[in-house]
């Protein structure tokens, strides 16, 4: 699974010189916790069909950096005497943040999620710009365009997709003892054999390097023929409720 299969692509952005109070609403009223900085800003819930119409992703800005700004101009005086909310954005906002493209695997963004502490990243396509006159004709301008953006709550609603959360069924917990795969196998042909349909499967190690159980969603609420053919096969398992 790739960040473009997760990805949100329906995104509200904000401009360098929007306004810090602009920028606030847009937070409250969507209830979010991050907004993209680029260049051009395009209306909410565009959707993109062209590179060309892409905006240049110049940063990020989150709620915090707001809640940073307020509390700081509640406690200094400004140099122009403006309210927090007047602060541009791009006095604040983060340029220098992290970012992945479509094709970078789910594993490797949530890895840099969880290990940077991050809440979000950017989702950007490098282009090469357009060649400009004077002593930067020669050289390559590549800027990244703003494609998505790639959310905690991204990764969480797909996995429980792709444990099939959302479907009718149910969930069997098959043990593997040292790690043996032989009673999920033997699962998987039981259930193929009986045609019931398995709609995901789950086999990662919680401690150590090999798993001790595997997770299995079966589309159905009635697995009474699979249980039985389980305990004929001495096959230790657990099962949740039907949902």
Known sequence: MIVSDVMTTRLVTVVPDDTLSHAANLLRQYQFHHLPVVRTAPAFGSMYTSQSKHPVLEGLLTSQDIDMAAAVGTSSSDILHRPWGERRVREVMHRATMRVTPATSVAAAAQILVER????????????????????????????????????????????????????GMQLSIALPMGDL????????????????????????????????????????????????????HIEYAYGEAQ
């Not at 396509?125 to 400009?132: G, H, T």
């Not at 990244?144 to 990764?155: A, F, I, K, Q």
């Not at 196998?185 to 401690?207: D, G, N």
């Open 182 to 233: 032989t009673p999920l196998a033997k699962t998987l042909a039981l259930a193929a054999e009986l045609h019931i349909q398995v709609r995901s499967v789950l086999a990662a190690p919680l401690e150590g390097k090999v798993p001790l159980s595997a997770t299995v969603r079966l589309g159905t609420i009635h697995p009474a023929p699979l249980l039985v053919r389980l305990q004929e096969e």
């Open 117 to 168: 502490g991050l809440n979000s990243l950017p989702v950007v396509e490098y282009e090469r710009a357009e060649q400009v006159s004077g002593e930067q004709q020669d050289e390559a301008l590549i800027q990244p365009l703003l494609v998505g953006l790639l959310t905690r709550s991204d990764l969480l609603i797909a996995l429980a997709r792709s444990l099939g959360a959302f479907e009718p």
